[in-house]
């Protein structure tokens, strides 16, 4: 008799843990329409990853500034300012874009207008550009802090962007 009541413990016990564990905290869930995700979009998210490095960089994080007007910035930079190096601009951006977005369904549009990128260009100047990159993306929220996830289409690689309040 005991055995089954462990038994039935058991179960129940794994059957709460699994639905906790599929329960969605998506702002998507709630009917979230593109007007409302647009203002939360407004603001500074910084990539979840530490840092980058590269051949001869200790990188920031990777972020994006998107405004109200529906245009964004996106940065990064050397941590260790060099004035005297030719990869990055004199404030230690090794590559900065601007450009303008959209949310559609579910779906945000970024469109690369403009590039400074001094180790391709030899120098820091904007550059005209033209790429359009869509991505799939999730508002979540984690003890307060609003949580961007974009999935590219064409590639499938996840990214989490927090935004700090």
């Known amino acids: 008799m005991m055995k089954k009541i462990i038994s039935i413990l058991s179960l129940v016990l794994m059957i709460a843990c699994c639905n906790f564990g599929f329960t969605s905290c998506s702002k998507d869930d709630e009917g979230m329409s593109d007007e409302e995700a647009l203002k939360i979009l407004v603001g500074t998210w910084y990539s979840q990853d530490t840092q980058y490095y590269s051949a001869s960089h200790l990188l920031t994080k990777p972020q994006y500034v998107f405004d109200a007007n529906k245009k964004f910035v996106s940065t990064v930079k050397d941590i ?4 005297k190096s030719t990869d990055t601009d004199k ?10 977005y959209s949310v559609s369904n579910g779906k945000m549009t970024l469109r690369f207008e403009r590039e400074c990128e001094p ?3 030899k120098d820091s100047n904007w550059h005209s550009c033209d790429d359009v990159r869509e991505y799939v993306f999730e508002l979540l929220e984690n003890e307060g802090i609003n949580i961007l996830h974009m999935t590219t289409t064409d590639q499938k690689t996840g990214k989490f962007y927090y935004k700090i309040k």
């Open 119 to 121: 180790s391709k260009y």
């Open 80 to 83: 260790i300012v060099n004035p």
């Open 91 to 100: 404030d230690g951006v090794l590559v900065k874009y601007e450009g303008t």
